[in-house]
């Protein structure tokens, strides 16, 4: 349920099991030494602020079952280095990787839509962000003025070539 793990700094791994379809919101929220978490194919839904402040996360494999990164779902996750995206998600949410400052490669399947307001500010690391699809199909996605406020790059490099953001 929400909150449940809420603030439990010394939560350091957790395994969910195959049971469990949805990771309900804030419920990681500021568990800030959690540095490895398994996620069954079986969740499929991870809801808002799920893993925001989760500052010892290093990177997080997004299964297959999940269509939309929700709003703020892993902002402040400080360590955060690696994000898998799969082809299944179809929206980012806003603010849903704010203040990942170490994260620095970011793919984005071309399965998504649309991008939120805010999604990536604050990724002072990022270097470099892959769209596994056509400029043209870029370019039909629905991104919000400010998706990549204090994002350090302006190029998404797509399959046919850059696009300068």
Same mark, same amino acid.
């Given at each position: %349920?929400?909150? #449940? ?29 959690? #540095? ?11 809801? *808002? ?5 989760? @500052? ?10 999940? !269509?939309?990164? !929700? @709003? ?22 806003? !603010?849903?990787?704010? %203040? ?32 596994? %699809?056509?400029? #043209?199909?870029? *370019? *039909?996605? !629905?991104?919000?003025?400010?998706? *990549? ?11 046919? %070539?850059?696009?300068?953001?």
């Amino acid at each position: %349920g929400e909150w #449940a793990f809420w603030g439990c700094d010394s939560l350091i791994s957790i395994v969910i099991p195959d049971n469990v379809t949805s990771i309900e919101e804030n419920v990681f929220y500021r568990c800030s030494s959690l #540095a490895t978490i398994s996620i069954p194919n079986s969740i499929t839904s991870i809801r *808002k602020s799920a893993f925001e402040g989760c @500052d010892s996360l290093t990177s997080i494999i997004i299964p297959n079952s999940i !269509k939309s990164i !929700k @709003d703020r779902s892993y902002a402040y996750c400080r360590s955060l280095t690696v994000i898998a995206i799969p082809v299944s998600v179809m929206s980012i949410g806003e !603010k849903a990787f704010l %203040g990942c400052e170490s994260l620095t490669n970011i793919t984005i399947p071309d399965s998504v839509t649309s991008i939120g307001d805010e999604a990536f500010e604050g990724c002072e690391s990022l270097i470099s962000i892959t769209f596994q %699809g056509t400029i #043209a199909q870029w *370019k *039909k996605i !629905k991104l919000r003025d400010s998706w *990549k406020d204090r994002v350090p790059i302006n190029l998404v490099h797509c399959t046919d %070539g850059d696009v300068e953001i």
